[in-house]
């Protein structure tokens, strides 16, 4: 069965940090670019970050652009999302989803098929 995980949410006070892993089964990562996504309460699915076959590679949308690091471990068969300096605002379930690599140059795909999902919540 083909899917990804993610996993590392949880509760962090503003400020904090977070790191979020993607894991591949029952495929490997190599040849596919990984895309981070959240989702809070009421609101539409937001794309936040993606990642291609290099780690040079990567796009960010402005609200989380120097707080947040995508990496790639591919032995792991894993993506990482390293969140810092979160705030109340980033409060949402987050998740990962992948798609073929067509292009090495990007990582901007129209993505489906996500995860299940991890809660993260910022508060005090």
Same mark, same amino acid.
């Given at each position: 069965?083909?899917?990804?995980?993610?996993?590392?949410?949880?509760?962090?006070?503003?400020?904090?940090?977070?790191?979020?892993?993607?894991?591949?089964?029952?495929?490997?990562?190599?040849?596919?670019?990984?895309?981070?996504?959240?989702?809070?309460?009421? *609101?539409?699915?937001?794309? #936040?970050?993606?990642?291609?076959?290099? =780690? $040079?590679? &990567?796009?960010?949308?402005?609200?989380?652009?120097?707080?947040?690091?995508?990496?790639?471990?591919?032995? *792991?068969?894993?993506?990482? #999302?390293?969140?810092?300096?979160?705030? =109340? $605002?980033? &409060?949402?379930?987050?998740?990962?989803?992948?798609?073929?690599?067509?292009?090495?140059?990007?990582?901007?795909?129209?993505?489906?098929?996500?995860?299940?999902?991890?809660?993260?919540?910022?508060?005090?």
């Amino acid at each position: 069965q083909v899917q990804l995980v993610e996993s590392g949410g949880g509760l962090v006070q503003p400020g904090g940090s977070l790191r979020l892993s993607c894991t591949a089964s029952g495929f490997t990562l190599d040849d596919y670019a990984i895309g981070w996504f959240r989702q809070a309460p009421g *609101k539409e699915r937001e794309g #936040l970050s993606c990642i291609g076959r290099s =780690a $040079e590679v &990567t796009y960010y949308v402005d609200s989380v652009k120097g707080r947040f690091t995508i990496s790639r471990d591919n032995a *792991k068969n894993t993506v990482y #999302l390293q969140m810092n300096s979160l705030r =109340a $605002e980033d &409060t949402a379930v987050y998740s990962c989803a992948g798609h073929p690599i067509w292009d090495d140059r990007t990582c901007q795909y129209e993505y489906d098929n996500w995860g299940q999902g991890t809660q993260v919540t910022v508060s005090s």
